[in-house]
């Protein structure tokens, strides 16, 4: 860091990329939240009103909507960890074949989230690989179900192929400050492979799962395109039903009510991040 | 005593040895079927021959043919597409370089009050979910002219890829040792010559990470195109997702799926040696 003091001119080099951002999406929260409200409509008259508000808050079908995104959500971020987290922990040092390993990891990283939904709607449609060989080797007697099937198991399987490679480069980064002193330290002591584990790697890496819990959280709650390829025919997501709302009914104020309940409950669950990461690393982080 | 303890000290090792081994190979394998086996079977796909229909109970399609490549680029948007992605792309890049740069430097080398704030800040678009942004953007987008303009197309990419490019680009300026820049003061450079020769070398690598980071994000950016773009620009994603929607053409999806990934994978194993260095989990590990 620079040890000069330094003035008012630092903020100027702040608004090429700080304020395009600022602009852009503060604009966009703000014609969501006042839209809500019924001013800046498109349609009709602007007027302050909450009658969306209240239409929505008592509306099943939202409220559904909401769960089945919420469900998606809690379920590919724990899916995506628990895929990465094995993974993270072999590759944190170096050996034979690794680096043939970490680059065939990476690949799902580089394809894109439409791509991936269609790799995996090939393997998991009703007369898909998958389904073919359960079937084969008598695991089961009928193909199962698994694209746009109800529960939404076909969704959570595409977001977990697609992100484990992004959780995995987060892990290994907190996973490698752990030092091998504190380690053999522990082995000297007499823990074994689940106590070093239990004690020592899933605590220190504790950070690196809550970024990534939180980021998987925030993809796959406000997901448009996976859960419309491969998600159940009811209920739509959260953001698939405001595309629609808007879009094909053209009833923008009740979308943008839609809209601000998915802005407030990824600000929510940031924010619980935030304290559950206070209260790991005690406050330093 | 001591020669058994030596021996169970060396037997742990071996047994250990071959445990890593197992090990290797069992991630290795299942990686293998996990990766591998939906790109092939979606390459199967693409090669599907018209007349001789691959279904149910036939493992392996009887007959292969490029007809249904064909079919895709002669009947399909899919060259105008590639022409849109592939010029908003790079125009994106270009923008969000130039735009990340002076921030990236202050946030990098500077101290200031409120540089967490900004450094969340920065990260806006990321943690924002895109539908949202999408659709209400647009309206912005509408009364200012740029919904479904080429113009707007590019600056809404951009908007994707700058945490990228911040994010990186400050890691970067942050990881110049003091040292060299006092000596080079002390020497008597002035700060072109400071730019020219320590900046720009030193965070060449930052900055080419931070690159394919946005033009990957470009390329596959899919809501907001979708709400700002179409029906007057297709890229790739969209062209796609019109094959997955209500007409769902197995084959023709295919061959846009290996449009898609096939010059994003080659792209991961030419920079394979700059992800080494983890500048994304460096640049995105804390919120």
């Known amino acids: ?285 | 005593m001591r020669r058994d303890e030596f021996t169970i000290t060396t037997l742990g090792t071996q047994t250990r040895k071959n445990l890593y081994i197992l090990l290797a190979a069992f991630f290795i394998l299942v990686q293998l079927v996990w990766v591998g086996l939906p790109i092939l079977m979606t390459v199967l796909w693409s090669l599907v021959h018209p007349d001789y229909p691959w279904s149910y109970p036939q493992m392996f399609p009887e007959k292969l043919s490029f007809a249904q490549w064909r079919f895709v680029f002669r009947y399909t948007n899919i060259v105008r597409a590639l022409k849109t992605s592939y010029s908003v792309a790079p125009l994106s890049v270009l923008l969000a370089f130039f735009l990340a740069l002076p921030t990236a430097y202050a946030l990098g080398r500077k101290k200031f009050a409120g540089k967490k704030l900004f450094m969340t800040l920065v990260l806006l678009p990321i943690i924002m979910p895109g539908m949202v942004v999408a659709l209400f953007l647009s309206r912005v987008f509408t009364s200012f002219g740029l919904a479904q303009s080429f113009f707007g197309l590019v600056l809404a990419h951009t908007l994707m890829g700058l945490p990228y490019m911040i994010r990186v680009l400050t890691t970067s300026f942050e990881a110049i040792p003091q040292d060299v820049i006092d000596a080079a003061e002390n020497l008597g450079a002035t700060s072109f010559s400071k730019i020219k020769d320590i900046f720009l070398p030193m965070v060449r690598p930052g900055l080419l990470a931070g690159m394919v980071f946005a033009f990957t994000t470009s390329i596959e950016e899919f809501n907001l195109t979708f709400i700002i773009g179409t029906p007057t620009f297709e890229t790739v994603p969209t062209i796609l997702y019109s094959f997955l929607g209500y007409n769902f053409i197995r084959t023709n999806a295919s061959v846009i799926a290996l449009i898609m990934m096939v010059p994003n994978i080659l792209m991961l194993f030419a920079v394979e040696r700059i992800l080494k260095s983890d500048y994304l989990s460096a640049s995105l590990g804390k919120l």
């Open chain 1, 1 to 285: 860091m620079e040890r000069q003091r330094v003035g008012f001119s630092t903020y100027l080099f702040l608004i090429p990329g700080v304020g395009f951002i600022v602009l852009f999406i503060g604009s966009s929260i703000f014609i969501t939240i006042t839209q809500s409200f019924g001013l800046f409509s498109v349609t009709g008259t602007s007027q302050f009103t909450i009658d969306h508000w209240v239409a929505l808050l008592g509306d099943r079908e939202s409220l559904d909507s909401v769960l089945f995104s919420l469900k998606m959500g809690f379920l590919s971020s724990a899916g995506t960890i628990l895929f990465a987290f094995p993974l993270a922990l072999f590759l944190r040092k170096g050996g034979t074949g690794k680096r043939f390993l970490a680059s065939l990891v990476k690949i799902p990283l580089f394809i894109p989230a439409l791509v991936s939904a269609f790799l995996i709607i090939n393997l998991i449609s009703y007369h898909g690989i998958v389904n073919e060989v359960l079937v084969a080797l008598n695991l089961i007697n009928r193909p199962l179900r698994m694209l746009n099937d109800r529960f939404g198991w076909g969704v959570v399987g595409i977001q977990v192929w697609k992100n484990v490679p992004f959780v995995l480069l987060i892990l290994a980064s907190s996973l490698a400050s752990i030092r091998d002193d504190t380690i053999d330290a522990a082995r000297n002591l007499g823990a074994g492979a689940i106590q070093i584990l239990a004690k020592i790697f899933i605590p220190l890496a504790m950070p690196g799962i809550l970024v990534s819990a939180i980021l998987m959280f925030i993809k796959a709650f406000g997901d448009f395109a996976i859960t419309s390829v491969a998600g159940p025919v009811y209920p739509p997501s959260i953001a698939l039903r405001m595309r629609n709302t808007a879009s094909l009914f053209q009833e923008w104020d009740k979308a943008a009510v839609l809209g601000v309940i998915i802005i407030l409950t990824t600000l929510v669950v940031t924010w619980l991040y935030a304290k559950l990461a206070e209260f790991v690393t005690g406050g330093e982080g």
